[in-house]
């Protein structure tokens, strides 16, 4: 998929030809598969334009925002989908201060030949901008939201059911199971002393389900294995301040540090939980992984 960036309201791009749409597009849920498949209809190439940093970085001064797709991800999950192209605005200040006038004015720079949005797009300083502004310059399609069991399809509701813990509800919003990749790097080594050795995983800018233990599946070297993760303080023992992500991968005993993997989150098990002792932790961790190969359908 090409990739176009514009890192300045002045930076020129072409997209004669494409349709475009614009959004945000983290998660790259029900909602957004919609908007692009409509927007293939039309039959010319269609073009992705997003945001990265998230805007809220600088409207709302959120630091070290977390996303459902951070940008590579939403990318190569917008290229699955069917996008020809991806232009990524890298947003600043200056963009943030920009009027909707001006961003109009850029827009037509770029020339594309007709333009996708939602219902709820704004655009300009204090958001100034609507689809109406749109329909004024370009040949402009509006798409309603997109509802799941009386329910609006947002990044907004997706984001509150991860953190809630209901990674059942989040995925079918999404389609998919929900996803985190990153590196493996060195934790303190517990697990392999009771039993369950885990991957401790960096996990930078996603974000991280509500604290438990889940049933998940596992894409390392292309081939796609079994387990359980943990998210949370570890507060049985050695309770650590950040949290963290840890897998066990069922029936497996390679090195993987520093090797990259793809965690995908099916179901949850427990919230997390304070065990009395470390002989308690290790037999539900027993229960949990037996639970795990039955519904996997593994043998142990």
Do not use: W
């Amino acid at each position: 998929m090409k990739e176009y960036v514009i890192a300045g309201p002045n930076d020129f791009i072409s997209l004669e030809g494409y349709t475009l749409c614009i959004g945000n597009f983290d998660g790259v849920h029900l909602g957004h598969k919609r908007l692009i498949e409509y927007a293939k209809s039309f039959g010319d190439k269609v073009c992705a334009m997003t945001f990265d940093p998230h805007p809220m970085t600088f409207i709302n001064d959120v630091k070290n925002p977390k996303y459902i797709t951070p940008y590579n991800t939403k990318a190569r999950l917008l290229e699955n989908i069917g996008c020809n192209a991806i232009c990524k605005v890298i947003f600043s200040k200056d963009f943030m201060m920009m009027s909707k006038d001006d961003f109009i004015v850029m827009l037509k720079k770029i020339n594309p030949k007709r333009i996708i949005c939602g219902y709820d797009f704004s655009f300009g300083y204090m958001g100034s901008g609507n689809p109406d502004d749109l329909k004024k310059a370009f040949e402009t399609h509006v798409m309603d939201k997109f509802m799941l069991d009386d329910i609006r399809v947002s990044s907004t509701i997706i984001r509150d059911y991860l953190l809630n813990g209901d990674i059942n509800s989040a995925n079918r919003m999404l389609n998919r199971p929900y996803m985190i990749s990153g590196i493996v790097v060195h934790g303190n080594a517990l697990g392999r002393t009771i039993g369950f050795r885990t991957a401790n995983i960096k996990y930078d800018d996603f974000i991280l389900p509500g604290n438990g233990v889940y049933l998940c599946k596992i894409k390392y070297n292309n081939e796609i294995l079994y387990g359980m993760a943990n998210i949370g303080h570890n507060p049985t023992f050695n309770k650590q301040d950040d949290i963290r992500l840890e897998v066990n991968i069922f029936n497996f005993d390679e090195d993987i540090y520093d090797k990259y993997l793809e965690v995908f989150f099916v179901t949850r098990v427990r919230p997390e939980k304070k065990f009395n002792s470390k002989d308690e932790l290790i037999e539900e961790l027993k229960h949990n992984k037996e639970y795990g190969l039955s519904f996997f359908k593994l043998n142990n």
